[in-house]
């Protein structure tokens, strides 16, 4: 072999050695890269675990979190829920194993809408013995006498343990509503209702709170919206709060709302002692609950 020759070997015999050099680093990459990945995703799939349990479970760092106020249950015992339709399926034996005393449920809206859930939420909270309670998702420019119709002929003959619950938000509502307007309505529902005997509370938030009861309606059971600590709304009187949108409880799917009576166990024994509970013959909740031929049962389409 002739010394061309030879050095042609050489260069091609480097060449080869550089490739499979070159073959075998990119194989250790390759390698090092697909134990990284799995490792990255063991790891995802560890936190999504630990979030998911801590986000199911409740414990306190995820209250945190979320925004969500941990309610100190020997200073506020009784704590409970409520739900429409938009809860879906509900277990109520699971709910008041949680710990959970009371549900009110979404009985009406407006002047002719009904809940398809209400009738078999009572049903199924009252056998899994939870105290009830039945609220109505009030229309701004509907006449309040309508909507006392409409939410009575929904609860019907059902036995109720806390006040009717009259829910005044702006969420969902006619922003072109004035609140002058909304005040005549509010005041007329709630004239209605107790007219008859019956106890009234109202769900609203702070905002509701000064433009609709602050200066109105006196002496009214208060269901307060505010997601803070309930030691910090000592200055505002009521009995309920709700104090978050996104509670976890067995027995339901998804988020719940969350709520709390304003006291200890004894004054929560007064309280559903005190009130009357709602209970109607059939009778009561026949056509002349109001007088159709009266104007004040017209619908109010006035901005």
Not at 20 to 36: D, M
Not at 130 to 142: D, S
Not at 211 to 229: R, V
Request: proline share 2%; glycine share 6%; net charge neutral.
């Amino acid at each position: 072999m002739n010394q061309k020759t030879q050095l042609l070997a050489q260069q091609a015999k480097k060449l080869k050695d550089a490739k499979k050099a070159e073959a075998t680093k990119a194989e250790r990459r390759r390698k090092l890269l697909k134990t990284f990945a799995i490792g990255i995703s063991i790891l995802l799939v560890l936190m999504a675990a630990v979030l998911w349990w801590g986000y199911k479970n409740r414990t306190s760092i995820f209250h945190w979190m979320r925004g969500e106020i941990v309610v100190n249950r020997d200073k506020y015992p009784i704590v409970g829920i409520d739900v429409s339709a938009h809860n879906g399926d509900i277990d109520f034996e699971k709910v008041r194993a949680d710990g959970y005393s009371f549900v009110v449920i979404k009985a009406s809206e407006g002047v002719n809408h009904h809940d398809s859930k209400f009738d078999i939420n009572y049903d199924n909270a009252r056998k899994a013995g939870l105290k009830v309670g039945a609220y109505h998702f009030f229309r701004k420019n509907t006449d309040g006498l309508n909507q006392a119709k409409n939410f009575l002929e929904t609860i019907g003959w059902r036995k109720l343990d806390l006040p009717l619950v009259i829910d005044v938000e702006d969420w969902s509502n006619d922003k072109n509503v004035k609140d002058d307007r909304t005040q005549r309505h509010l005041d007329a529902m709630v004239d209605n209702l107790r007219s008859r005997g019956l106890q009234v509370m109202i769900y609203t938030n702070g905002d509701g709170y000064k433009k609709y009861i602050k200066d109105g309606q006196i002496n009214i059971n208060l269901w307060l919206c505010a997601f803070k600590n309930p030691d910090k709304l000592k200055h505002i009187p009521h009995q309920m709060q709700q104090y978050s949108h996104w509670g976890r409880v067995k027995g339901i799917w998804g988020d719940v709302d969350l709520n709390v009576f304003n006291g200890s166990q004894e004054q929560w024994d007064k309280w559903l002692k005190d009130l009357t509970p709602y209970q109607v013959e059939e009778s009561y909740i026949d056509s002349t609950l109001i007088d159709e031929d009266k104007e004040v049962y017209i619908i109010d389409d006035e901005l």
